[in-house]
């Protein structure tokens, strides 16, 4: 094997295939990335028990092959090279990589011990990269991180014709969002759970153009963009519905500046020590209304009054997890926010306040019950 690219190029497709490998493996071949070059196309690989990557790239061959390296290590050294053209060749038992003076040497692994890439389950269809990212982003603020409830770590990904639907809760927290899927067909439907850190990653790696192609099948799904195929495991379990969940009856409807509401969260809970909650009082006085934030207990207070728009004279006060709060205010992309608030430890519905039509992006965030400040 002999080959030769930009390192620009080479570092690109060896750190999207690394980002799959274990941090520690009692199997050391999952630590390896398979380099297979021939006829001017590059092919690196990496997969563990729950993923696989494969990236292309373009490269002059010279000799044809395949090669199997510690992953991470040829990570290292992309990282450290040269601006210009790298050459790389296997050297009996080494991997060379050679660029403007500098050579590295990378002892090689059995390549009949590494396993084979899973293959890439039916495409169903394909969604917008920089929407599927911007999505993805959305709803995974709201997965669980306690891994003694796998399910509650997932994303629900869910086809529908024309849509794909995204999904995650904590059981506090409740995150939707909608966009949407260009399918094969129009009775294309899929509904399963996929890991978010898993499906975080991927959408990073796929920037903001193009498309991307969406397989899936009983054990995994897939995705293709721009010369990256990932294959991810899927979860076990289902998400509960958020459809009887998401449904208010007469709510206090209430609307303010996003960015201005952001600061104020900042500033006031930085007396909330220990997670305890912060407590917005909403005036009686509609259209002009406004809403007093309140943080802390005893000595160390907060408090900072903002406008708000309100349909109801009647007043409220709840109160929030500041940092759940936060995370919701910060995956609104709009410039207004709007609140449905049923009361006091109740279901609080966090939206983008523009547009005519139903909100794409829905945060459902449990209220709690309010301090004595």
């Known amino acids: 094997m002999e080959f030769r690219m930009e390192r620009g190029a080479l570092t690109t497709a060896v750190s999207r295939a690394a980002r799959v490998l274990p941090a520690r493996s009692p199997v050391p071949v999952l630590g390896g990335l398979l380099l297979d070059v021939d006829a001017g196309r590059l092919r690196v690989s990496g997969l563990d028990f729950e993923a696989s990557v494969r990236v292309e790239a373009e490269a002059h061959t010279t000799r044809p092959g395949r090669v199997l390296v510690m992953g991470r290590r040829l990570l290292d050294i992309c990282k450290v090279l040269p601006e210009g053209p790298v050459e790389c060749a296997v050297e009996g038992s080494r991997f060379t990589v050679t660029a403007d003076?500098?050579?590295f040497g990378l002892s090689v692994l059995p390549l009949d011990e590494h396993p084979a890439l899973p293959p890439l389950p039916e495409v169903r269809g394909a969604v917008d990269a920089g929407e599927?990212?911007?999505a993805v982003a959305q709803v995974a603020v709201a997965a669980g991180r306690d891994d003694t409830?796998?399910?509650l770590t997932g994303i629900r990904l869910g086809l529908d014709g024309s849509t794909m639907t995204l999904a995650a809760t904590d059981r506090y927290r409740?995150?939707?969002?909608?966009?949407?899927?260009?399918?094969k067909s129009p009775d294309v439907a899929a509904d399963v759970l996929v890991s978010a850190r898993r499906l975080t990653e991927t959408a990073r790696s796929f920037g903001r153009a193009g498309q991307v192609d969406v397989a899936v099948d009983g054990g995994s799904v897939g995705f293709e963009h721009a010369g990256t195929r990932t294959t991810v495991r899927l979860l076990d379990g289902r998400l509960p519905r958020h459809d009887k969940l998401f449904a208010m009856t007469d709510p206090k409807v209430v609307a303010m500046d996003r960015a201005g509401l952001v600061d104020a969260v900042k500033r006031v809970s930085v007396v909330a020590d220990g997670g305890s909650p912060l407590q917005m009082t909403f005036s009686a006085t509609p259209p002009d209304g406004s809403v007093l934030l309140q943080a802390g207990f005893e000595d160390d207070v907060a408090s900072q009054r903002l406008p708000?728009?309100?349909?109801s004279a009647q007043e409220m006060t709840v109160a929030?997890?500041?940092?759940?709060?936060?995370?919701?205010l910060s995956s609104i992309e709009d410039t207004t926010v709007r609140m449905k608030l049923m009361g006091p430890g109740q279901r609080a519905m966090i939206t983008g306040g523009e547009g005519p039509g139903p909100a794409t992006y829905q945060h459902l965030l449990m209220s709690v019950k309010p301090p004595l400040l």
Do not use: K, M, Q
């Open 132 to 134: 599927f990212a911007a």
């Open 149 to 151: 409830l796998p399910a």
């Open 174 to 183: 409740f995150a939707v969002r909608g966009l949407p899927f260009r399918a």
């Open 320 to 328: 929030f997890n500041p940092a759940y709060l936060l995370e919701a």
């Open 101 to 103: 003076g500098s050579r």
């Open 308 to 311: 708000a728009v309100s349909d």
